[in-house]
């Protein structure tokens, strides 16, 4: 209640889906950075992995050294030991 009024309660709606394209739209800073929104249309899996903070940090330091995410390092170095596969 303020001032002896009792306020209205305004619903929230529910928050819209999450589109890749936005969302590299925005990480990317500018807007400008095409790679990004390709990678969101190709990159669509997600995969977990538990590893020590010490061999995190050997992680981040190697990317921030070579001057890219370590997002596409660790996706280049997976590319490398596990190519595709043709007949």
């Known amino acids: 209640m303020k001032n ?4 209205q309660r305004v619903p929230i709606g529910a928050r819209p889906q999450a589109n890749p394209q ?3 739209w925005i990480r990317a800073g ?12 190709v990159y669509t899996a997600r ?10 940090g050997r992680i981040k330091v190697a990317a921030f050294s070579q001057g890219i995410t370590v997002a ?3 996706r280049a170095l997976l590319e490398r ?3 595709e596969q043709r007949p």
């Open 47 to 56: 995969l977990t992995l538990d590893v020590t903070p010490a061999l995190r």
């Open 4 to 7: 002896g009024k009792r306020m």
């Open 81 to 83: 030991e596990f190519p």
């Open 30 to 41: 500018d807007g400008n950075d095409l790679a990004a929104l390709a990678r969101a249309e």
């Open 72 to 74: 596409d390092m660790l």
């Open 22 to 24: 936005a969302e590299a």
